[in-house]
């Protein structure tokens, strides 16, 4: 029998945020993943970065496709409407559902089997359209809810457990999103609390799709020798691309820089981001440049964390489409259905 | 088929010795992209305009240029307006189908034809206009590439000279073809005009056929099915639009974004009341299509058989997780990509159980312009009131040919949402459970995502849940959910439109049909009583699942004939598949599949067949 | 379903007042990834090993750890091998779940238990046995972490005191699980042992239940549906095997790599005479099992629901061109993801017709093992000859669950390629047509690609095409080919595999039945024999389309049961659909579609209820 | 009534190229596209190649999806084997058919919309398993067949006749191919004959994923002020990326060189490819160049035409499946079903 309470009521005792809200509202059910999985620190970062940005949990949704990445919106955010869709499709479902009511803000959660396998197609064109939505990929290049075979992001030469080797070159979901046209794209670890914590907050502020690929390590079938999705792995080879740190509602501090110093770039709702830039004159907002330092890193056998690439100039597929500023769901009657002298104006012109 | 059918035919033709008035079946061929369809619509349209009931039936190739196309335009007093088999008049344009097509047509009717293709001397039984098209554009369009494109124009002249349409109708349909091309259409008119004096000078004139005024298409109009489909759309108040193009279903979403346009964007702050979209493929777009009306939108999309097959998925999704959204399959000939410019109803058996597992879907069948656009408004307010899928069953006949039809009804009712609970009527609940069936009806209530206040959110999923939407793999919640998702499906019988049922005096039995089967069958009725002293009844199934007006209908009758436009009889085999054996043991399967629209000639000569067979101790 | 299903539990308690013997049913309780597999599995075997039949099925959530799983162990003299209702036996080790599970006992029925549970206070009517779990591990096992995982195994030992398991056959069973892990092997052997030896001095003994030794396992197996179908695969030859991982059909596929690793590295050439793709979906997985049985491999996919759902496009196009595949549906409960550790056969309707238009498909449907790993073969077989894809249509309680079988028998007839022309059978041909009907059997010839002979190449397409493979929009040549579709698919109605039947003396009614209904119907045709003095005849289906034996035992009997485990009672319509009204009327539809694998109560229970209301005259 | 002759009987009577096989059997039956439809002189381009190459026609299969382009194999090599799937998913069947005889040629045509739209999940796995197969993508940046709506290689800020405007960036197929690790990445443009001609024979010459995007204007649909892949926009626009010549059967020339220079890629048949290197040190086997080249270059608005990248040596997907030399589909009964012994070793495992 499941557990009788339906609703997370809100709870005056805990902690409110300044918008009033208390933590409760933002945590979710109690996760059926795995002790230790790398999920489950994500859905926490997820909790205290919605929490701390004050944003009301019920004009959140959170969305997600299938595995056990993609159950975890169940454990974050009770008090958000959420949406579990079909594997490797929650990029039309998030699409339709902002289109219904942009006044939504969305974060979805999806995996690397669900994004780059049977996904990619949704993947790449959710890219090209600049929906304004979180996307989070907790990859952990395996398929983990189906019993750990390789996904389109496990490395290359690496081993399942029976021993069977992977002989494909992985998925940078990273650099494609860069290529479509993703105007925020950014890869952290979900041991990392502090790097992906500013990231989450970055992407929750950005107006346009935010990609972040999270590297969530999957301690069941991808934690072992062989595989460099492991935790020992990627604390081993993880390099920061740059200090990422978040600072809310600040002054806006010019983006106009010189390499090796760092940067603030203004997001739509005024607060800013800070990134320590790359010697290598590395800017975040030179598309060629980011997947060229990404390929090259890559090539050297390299992890890179951090923000790789924004752009909050960009139309977002709102604006794109002259979208009432409204929610389209709920318009009402005199909105949606036009006149009957409209109809007359019509039939006439076909008689 | 063939004997009795001809036996039909033969009897029409014997019957025609005198002129017959405001009766006849014209047969354009022409090569795809040449431009005939200007001319051909303006041919439609001149005898529409002289009050003539008068239907165009295009049968075009899958490609863009150069294939065999044919256009038939019937006009007829009585406003049959179904495909006959037989035609009256050719006009032959294509080299490529002129001896294939002249072969076709019966001893003594008239084939006009470009005078290069010398057809005359193969037949000696049909009376021939040979016109020399070429010569007779050159003296106005100097430019050849152009020429090509009027010289089709010019056998609208002809005809009109040939059967009696009125030159001023014939310019102002031409001019309505060409509504912001003056120069156009006074070169188009030129050219027909040449036409009428070419015929009036050097062709003979016959009385076999003969158009008169007359005032049976007053206050009426002319539209394709997809564009009425897109209308009624426009009027639901639709807000979230996705698509995939394909043929026939392109030109429903192309319409709509013109009317959505034209009409939709908000006057006040310059910005569009509705989104569209041109999803990556049929999923992403049914996905977008579910997304959105979970989040509280009037959500569409159109296609066609392939398109349907990949919606498998999400139409599962949407079905178990209870999403309401409406999807448009203009049916065309199937399996696989099949024959993408040919009509078919092929796709209900595997409409209706569209996705694997214990899946069920609604669907609406319009058989008119006017049904599909009020369908379309149903549509919405179904799927909103069942939380689920609705599919409207249309067809390329009706989607991409032209019809004549009544001017649309302004919506009489309020659009209507359905279950949905706002944050004061939550307030006031003690409680809120998604997927509790509160109403005994099988229908939950819903929120919406955004809404304010603490019961709202829930967490929607196409795996296991209870009635207040948590997760849960129970098999006694699961029994309680999809037993109360049948009950939803009873519950739609009752809100689904019902069929028409028309009915005779002493019939002997009745016929179940449904989409644009519709046509064929009005004439065919009349004929079985005027020719054959056979009075019938007829019941046009108008959704799935089944009202019990077929029911009672079956009962009625002591047999009922069943017809489908596509192999497996799948209308027939979904009623099988509701009733009990005394029904089922009335009911008589006819069955077409050829990809033409269903002519009333096929009709008849099933029944009478079946009605020999039958006399005959079958 | 209560009432009377309680009735002949009550009936069955009631006759346990001496020791039963070889007659038990032991459910453990456990969490998921707590190592409990291997236990239950050694447990089960060491039933088997004494030569009792015995049928393990696993009741597991879908996640990877942590929440509620079962494990139900059927022994049973008479080979019953069916799920029963009623629990002998509960070892409960999951908090979680254990007061649930307890209440859910009857009266008088043996619970073992993790001491810390004190489960001994909730009833009295229960006799209990205490267990501290950790402690006895803690002296064997030091490391913390380890000692979760042998944890379990202890209850192996305390079991088989108590019923009467022999050590030495768990001991051995437990060395079967860790084959190449003699320390691992050790080390759970002393775990069981120390657990027997604490049941043997601590524990009372108990006289309800005891395991006796005897010979009807001699020479069987056990083997799960999944592993006996990728055998079957491998036997048969199969070339190309592509997938897209999904519970419950993964393990089919990960079995027949193991075996194509292991038998089809060519010994002279140390390369591959076989490919695995593991493809990026679904709809890949189905385009390269059609890609590869065109160019001749014998080319599989596995999948379940979901899968089958987004197969539907490439479904009608192999269809429609006419290529050869196999497709296993392990089928899990839909709708949707539903719940996709449970078992249904949930996927008839929508995979005989999957895909628009007029596609039909042909399901295999096996109840065992061994019917798994033959139909592989002739799945194989039929899908060449016929050069359709052959859905089998296995389900999760089949292809997952352990087994007792009969060894499988090598393949007695060579491998058949269907109708293949080769270049030098070309040559001697006046004509190739590859869609002709030579034989009017329905099934044309084909070539393959390669093939060096200028009559082999054809143009393969989802589109229109006539007998020469040539595009075609004609529509008689249209009608031509899918009359000849339809021909073929009454070829294979003769091909498939014939339904077995079985017969009892003045049969009252007939059951039908198929997949694995099998086992609660064999049980239950016993008990209404011998309990209820009811005769029975049984069919069992094995393939769609139906064959005539089908019909004719429909005409043997008054009425016959139909048996399907879902909702929509999918293949009691789909034979609605085929036969006509007076064997639909003979046809009584059962249904069941909780997910569990089905029992034998369920099913006593729904044919008396249907054998009382008819008594009543319903 | 469609014609009644169904094969392409030999005509030793017209010229037999080198292999012996007269032009004839290379040909296709006559084209149903709109005259001066790009497709169609690619399928003439290909006619030549296959000739000029002298590849055994009946050794060949070509595949496609569904739309105009996926029309044209019905145009070019009659005497070949041919399979028009559904829409988007030949990469697949191509998969399926190579692998069940991989001595097989394999040549498949798409279309933009049946690649980058519907099929671009497909073309992404492809990509990445260097399946051996010519990928010929008839890019005209529309839907030709369902009468010219935009695809996703349509140009931002390009419009329909009917006056929509294109909101979205086009996807670069080239750069997607390249970073998901396609070993022969090239673009051309169906009007340039002699550079369509080389780079054919190259990607026929390859083995590996050979992927061609040819830009092939569609006459009726996207000829017009607005698209930018109209005939005139691309004769105005277009560059060459380096000159390209195919010297078949030459002696082999080294790798190695300067920039400015010439480079001979030596193919697996052993036939060459002849490279004029980009004075900005383009090299042909530079992933991560190639990459920012194409990027930088599209960046500025040029069309870049020429062979991307090559590698020859890459593993494919025969080689990494360790595949039996003779087409699986036709290995006899011996090969495929294991002996009795097997069958009791395995039964006895399992008591
Ligand atoms: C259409 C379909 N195919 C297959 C599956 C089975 N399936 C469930 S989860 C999953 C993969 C999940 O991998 P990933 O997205 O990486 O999530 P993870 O479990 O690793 O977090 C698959 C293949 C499914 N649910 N639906
Ligand atoms: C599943 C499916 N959806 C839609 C269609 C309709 N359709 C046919 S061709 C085509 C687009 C073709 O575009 P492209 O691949 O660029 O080829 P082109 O005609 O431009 O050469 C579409 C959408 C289809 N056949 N199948
Ligand atoms: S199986 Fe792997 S991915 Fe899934 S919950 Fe466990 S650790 Fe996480
Ligand atoms: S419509 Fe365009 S793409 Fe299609 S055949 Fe014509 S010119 Fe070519
Ligand atoms: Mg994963
Ligand atoms: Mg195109």
Redesign the pocket.
Known sequence: MADRQKVVTPNPALKLNQAGFDLGLYKGGKTTLCAGCGHNAISERIVSAFYEMNIDPYSVVKLSGIGCSSKSPAYFLSASHGFNAVHGRMPSVATGALLANRTLLGIGVSGDGDTASIGIGQFVHLMRRNLPLVYIIEDNGCYGLTKGQFSATADIGSTLKTGVVNDFQPIDTCVLAIELGATFVARSFSGDKKQLLSILKAAIAHRGTAMIDVISPCVTFNDHEGSTKSYAYVQEHEEYFGEVSFVPYFEEINVDYEPGETVNVTMHDGSQLLLSKLPENYSPNNRAESIQKLIERRTQGELVTGIFYVNPEEQNLFDRLNLDDAPLGTLPQEKVRPKPEALDELMAELM | MNTIGDKIQNKVSETSVQTKINDIVIHVATANGSGSQSANTALLRSIFQMGIPVSGKNLFPSNIQGLPTWFTIRANKHGYVARRDQIDLLVAMNPETATDDLFKMQPGSLVVYDEPLKLDSLRDDIEFYPVPFNELVKEIVPNAKLRKLVRNIVYNGIVAKLIGIEMAEVEEAIRKQFPNKPKAAALNIQAAQIGFEFAAEKLPSQDKFRLERMDKTKGKIIIDGNAAAALGCLFAGVTVVTW????PSSSLIESLIDYLRRYRIDPETGKATFAVIQAE??IAALGMVVGAGWAGARSMTA??G??I??MSEFSGLAYFAEIPGVVFDVQRVGPS?GL?TRTMQGDLLSTAFLSHGDTKNVMLLPSSPEEIYEMAGQAFDLAEQLQSLVFVMSDLDLGMNNWMADPFRYPENPINRGKVLTAEQLEKLDDFGRYKDVDGDGIPYRTLAGTKHHKAPYFTRGTGHDEYARYSEDHQNFEVLLNRLNKKFETARKLVPKPVVEKMENAKFGIVAYGTSHYPIVEVRDALQKQHGLATDYLRLRAYPFTEELAAFIDQHEYVYVIDQNRDAQMYQLMKIDFGTKRIGKMRSLINFDGLPLSSDRVLSLILNEEKDSKNGR
């Open positions: 995939y193009p394909i043929t493929d049929e296609t066609s392939p398109g097959s990949l990509t993408p």
